[in-house]
């Protein structure tokens, strides 16, 4: 017999199934491929520059709305000057709100003399002389009043409270604008003396929405709130309306003071409300901030043109200011304007641009000189490298994010890509079952070979040994003292281990095809145990292998196949002579344990690799180790070792390391639920 048969048909059928594979799909896939990535290319410039010729023309038409709307604001809000001389006495709203501006944009005027006036807040920076130009209220009076003034405040000095009182009285008869001072005045001096009523007057928070002011100039509401600081810290609590009035009149602007004056009046009024148990007002006052640093850009660039309004984007210090500026009609030397706060801008370009940008497929946004965000709110990670510049204001642009084909794809795009994506898991696949296809044919030639080898093998040894001994019995070459009985014997005995491979690979045959009966009857697994290893004793005996028995006694008897049994306890034997070397031991122990009767094979051979492992009871299936130390099998033993167990309802299970062996445990039910027909 041939040794073995060659796998020239397997790879001829992976070697077609590859050329198939790229002539049939791997080909055309590709070719779809490339030309659909080509289409969709060309398609993406196209759409972005498309785009790009949107975002030209929507900066343009949005430069155009902005200076609009800054044309509208320099018409209705700048020319106020008119309404500044009406109201500059007025007790009732901002000048700011006369002039039509409803938001909370500083109106300022600016003067060549350094006078910069903040109309809304009523504050000033630098000399407000000339007041009458200037449009703050007048802090000069008439010799009379002068003298009458001076004689009350020395009266109140000297301690002599009716003579003051009567002065004061004299004062809010003859002097209306010193009404309330003097009025205050007596309460205070009433309240000096000891008066309820007077107390009830001097804490009343009507005094905080005084417009009254002192001769000095000063505000009565603030005189009133210093009355405060006279008091011991337990009697300020009823003053704390009144602090909380005043307070909220100062931040809203109802009395002209300098900056300076401001500032020092917001934090004495925050200091006072605090030592009167009062929460309100806690914070600093973020308006004076911003007023501090349009001071400082105003003067650090000041309005000069005359011939039309200018505009001016400054930002330092971490703030950014938009400045409209118009010259006056009645003084060349006064400009009027408007301050825009990044809140304000943010405001007024949200107004403008929202309409008109809101339903494009991009978003935009506005930035300054230093590529500060003033409007849009785009990330640098956001925004496209496309630009364009305004003309409303110097410095600011508008920039646009990224283009929608950059971050996103549309419908076509995306059954373009939807198709390359179907055509690569195609070849994808195609490729995965063609490497499947090869390797399961080579694994499934090389076990056909090493199977056809192994069982030539197996069948050669029996056959050569009849050969050679029914030549010497047929030619006559026995000796007279050789019995030929003994021949007829080792005749018999080679054909009996033919027989026994050809039964098993029959009853693979039936495992395989469903067709393996099973006879169960009670029996010793110990016996059973011990009459594989007889059988299996000259085998190792001749190999200087020795098995021990281990039996432990009581064990019960089940319901077993016994030449099943026997057979497969047989073939683990055999397989552990074999993959011994000489010299060694095999021990086959049989006991109980949890309810189930176990059966050992151990031996002290070569071992199994771990990747190995889980195959050893495949069938036909041979590990490396073996072919390596030329130990010949057909890979069957196993295989039919783990479909008798579990015919019986048991489990076989190995643990084994290079080197160090092998152990292979059968479990057995007692009360055996197996199938006797398998």
Known sequence: MRGAIGIRVPLNRGITWWWGFGLLIAAPALLLALFGLRAVHAERLEREEQLRRQQTQAARLADAAIANALDEIEEKSLPFESDLRKRQASVGPSVAEAGGVTSNLPLISFDRRGLLVFHRERVYFGDPEGQAESNL????????????????????????????????????????HLGDWADLCIARIQYRSGSQSAR?????????????????????ALIACAEVEQLPADERLPFAALLEQAMEN???????????????????LRSLLESAGSNAHATEDVRLDEMAAVERMVRNSPPSRRDGATRSFDQRDGR????????????????????????????????????????QPYRAAIRGAEGKILW????????SPHAEALRSISGWEMVFSLSPYATGTGRAEALWYGLIALLVAVMGFGFAMTVRVVRREAELARRQNEFVAAVSHEFKSPITGIRLLLERVAGGRLGAEENTGEYYAAIGQEIARLDRHVDRLLEAQKIQEGRREYHLAPASIAETARSAIEELRPQAEARDISLDARLESDIPDIQIDKPAITEALENLLDNAIKYSPSGTRITVSVGVADGQVCVE?????????????????????RGRRGDRHSVRGTGLGLALVKATVEAHGGAIEVTSAPGEGSRFSIRLPIENGGSPDG
Request: a negative charge.
């Open 250 to 268: 100062l931040r809203g602007g109802r009395w002209w003071l300098s900056y300076d004056a401001r500032r020092f009046y917001d934090a004495q």
């Open 137 to 176: 209220p007048p802090t000069e009076w008439s010799l009379a009043t002068e003298s009458l003034i001076e004689e009350a405040l020395a009266s109140e000095a000297q301690q002599l409270p009716s003579r003051a009182v009567a002065l004061y009285s004299r004062i809010l008869k003859e002097e209306p």
């Open 320 to 359: 950014a200011f938009l400045f409209l500026w118009l010259p006056s009609d009645d003084n060349p030397d006064v400009w009027t304007g408007a301050a825009f706060s990044e809140r304000d801008m943010a405001s007024l370009l949200d107004s403008v641009l929202s309409p008109l940008l809101g339903d």
């Open 601 to 621: 094979v151990s031996d002290q051979g070569i071992g199994i690799e771990p990747t190995d492992l889980p195959r050893i009871f495949d069938k036909f299936y």
């Open 376 to 383: 849009g709110g785009l990330t640098d990670q956001e925004r």
């Open 200 to 220: 009830d007057r001097l804490t009343s928070p009507a005094w905080g929405r005084s417009q009254g002011l002192t001769p000095s100039g000063m505000p009565v």
